[in-house]
């Protein structure tokens, strides 16, 4: 069945990001002129997705005003003749199909996921969460749903991390069954390295099947009062098996301040009217 729906959480408070993230939402800093949340969208429209569904919370109507018609703008650039700038808003709201739900409690990313579950029905979706910004030739979740038609089973985005970040990720136990594919056996969520089962991390990127919903529903709490995704994958892949799949392209944290900033560095060596002056500040630059 083609995967046709992505859910998008957006309901955090971006807590690492204060002051910035008091009046604003994280999902909208910016990675050079677009929001980090653009680029997400933007991935799920190149892989074929066709409804995203955010999952928000208080504050993030901002999040809304930026995929719809901003007509007063438009009709001002048009006047202008700023024909270039036009192009930059024109298409936002036509882009794909955006629907919100708002998570009234913060009970975890489970939690956020199970919001979304009338909207799903009985059929495979993807996950993308926003801070994950993968630049890649094959946008990340199009190389797995290509992975997801050939093993017909839920995928999870996995990477190799450094020892030391472990305890920040999802990690996976598994057995190679072919180049960037696992055939899991187990996730657990923010292991100490000492007890981790690998360094594959899960990244944000997610196709799952809709039994996850009723595992979700059923799940207790887990590690900080929440309710986990990785608890709730933990069953599901006991009932069906899981993949998880290495993707190709360089991941950027964008919920991290370094990882925040060399995504912007990142995406700015793309501009040709940045990326020479960018170097030449770096190259000059001394303590
Ligand atoms: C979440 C997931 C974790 C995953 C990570 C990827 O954690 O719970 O399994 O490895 O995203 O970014 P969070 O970053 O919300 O703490």
Not at 94 to 99: F, G, L, Y
């Amino acid at each position: 069945m083609k995967i046709k729906k992505a859910i998008i959480p957006a309901a955090g408070y971006g807590t690492r990001f204060l002051p910035v993230t008091k009046a604003v939402p994280k999902e909208l800093l910016p990675i050079v002129d677009k929001p980090m949340i653009q680029y997400i969208v933007e991935e799920a429209k190149l892989s074929g997705i066709e409804l995203v569904i955010l999952i928000v919370n208080h504050g993030k109507e901002a999040i809304e005003d930026h995929f719809d018609i901003n007509y007063e703008l438009e009709d001002t650039l048009r006047k202008k003749g700023s024909n270039g700038l036009l192009g930059l808003i024109e298409g936002l709201s036509d882009m794909i199909k955006i629907v919100s739900i708002r998570q009234k409690k913060a009970l975890g990313l489970g939690h956020a996921v199970l919001q979304a579950k009338h909207l799903i029905g009985d059929e495979p979706f993807a996950v993308i969460l926003g801070d994950d910004i993968i630049d890649a030739q094959r946008p990340c979740l199009q190389q797995m749903v290509e992975v997801y038609e050939r093993y017909q089973k839920p995928i999870i985005a996995v990477q190799q991390v450094a020892r030391e970040d472990i305890s920040r990720y999802g990690i996976i136990k598994g057995t190679q069954a072919d180049d960037r594919v696992y055939l899991l056996d187990d996730v657990v969520e923010k292991p100490s390295p000492e007890t981790a089962p690998s360094d594959l991390a899960i990244i944000g990127r997610y196709i799952l099947t809709p039994e996850i919903f009723d595992i979700l529903e059923n799940i207790p709490t887990g590690a900080g009062g929440e309710i986990q995704l990785t608890d709730g994958l933990k069953v599901l892949l006991k009932h069906n098996g899981m993949i998880g799949y290495r993707f190709e392209g360089e991941r950027y944290d964008g919920g991290d301040k370094l990882g925040f900033l060399l995504a912007n560095i990142a995406y700015a060596m793309k501009r040709p009217e940045i990326k020479d002056k960018l170097v030449d500040y770096l190259k000059g630059y001394t303590r």
